[in-house]
């Protein structure tokens, strides 16, 4: 039977996964972050000007006007075929860890601004810390993503890389701005930006069926099925760094579509728990890294 021109168009729009990046705005706006779609961003290798899919954030605030600012940079795919992420190893870790945790203390300028010395090597506190059920779900963090039945990554990879050069432009936008207004003693906006802090979370979003695979203790190949994973990246544009830390690179959250309503919520409990024990309910301090340095 032959498709009619609507049902050609929704079968395209679909394919394209134009319809996910709706549904990823909408879910995020209903929970009350400031959406906006298909920002631009400077490549930093090529310097031409990109598109990303999708920047929201969301302010929490506590009773000494302090402010942190959760950003979530996030590409959006569909396929017909299964995402599989490679895992070097059976250990797991939770995003909260791998990935918001993992990117601090990796970066040695970061956009968060927050040092939290209460927190530990145990993986329990976090989750004692965090009421945040989904970011702290153990996965096994991998290190490439491939599409099922596909005999190459390079498309998928290419997305990768587009989200992390995304990602670090609206970290060192915020740096920047942030800075330029504290360096100014006369601006009467200094005080409120010395109590403003934030956190990027960098996110993959895909409507398909999302996989891990790895070698169990016997060196069998096992594969399970998951909602939410990470990669970790090494960073092209910073090979001939000679600064660089070998083991330094860029943690993504990888979040199916059914997950990823409850991963936006969490991240809005993770930002006001931290101003909490800014409060007095925990010894958590707010520290800039430059000023450290």
């Not at 609206?170 to 409120?192: A, L, T």
């Not at 991240?267 to 800039?288: C, D, H, M, W, Y």
Request: with cysteine; charged share 30%; glycine share 4%.
């Amino acid at each position: 039977m032959t498709k009619t021109l609507i049902e050609g168009i929704a079968d395209w729009l679909n394919e394209g996964g134009y319809p996910l990046e709706l549904y990823v705005a909408r879910t995020l706006r209903k929970l009350g972050f400031f959406c906006s779609k298909s920002l631009f961003f400077s490549d930093i290798e090529s310097q031409k000007a990109r598109e990303i899919d999708i920047v929201a954030s969301k302010s929490a605030h506590n009773e000494l006007k302090q402010v942190l600012y959760i950003k979530l940079v996030i590409e959006c795919k569909k396929s017909s075929n299964a995402f599989i992420v490679l895992c070097d190893s059976s250990k797991e870790e939770s995003i909260l860890r791998g990935v918001l945790f993992g990117n601090l203390y990796t970066h040695n300028r970061d956009d968060m601004f927050v040092i939290m010395p209460f927190l530990t090597a145990d993986e329990e506190n976090y989750s004692k810390i965090f009421p945040t059920p989904v970011l702290n779900v153990p996965s096994r963090r991998g290190y490439t993503l491939l599409q099922a039945h596909l005999k190459s990554d390079s498309h998928i990879y290419s997305e990768v890389y587009k989200l992390a050069k995304a990602y670090y432009y609206e970290i060192q936008k915020e740096v920047e701005f942030r800075d330029e207004i504290i360096k100014d003693e006369n601006s009467v906006d200094r005080e409120e930006f010395l109590n403003t802090f934030y956190s990027h979370l960098p996110v993959l979003v895909v409507d398909a069926p999302l996989v891990e695979v790895y070698l169990d203790e016997a060196g069998d190949t096992k594969i399970e099925e998951k909602e939410i994973s990470s990669i970790r990246i090494r960073l092209p544009w910073k090979l001939s760094d000679k600064d660089q830390d070998p083991g330094e690179g860029l943690s993504i959250a990888i979040v199916t579509k059914k997950a990823f309503p409850d991963v936006a919520m969490d991240t809005i409990v993770f930002a006001q728990e931290t101003l909490n024990r800014q409060k007095g309910e925990g010894p958590l301090s707010f520290v800039s890294r430059k000023a450290e340095a």
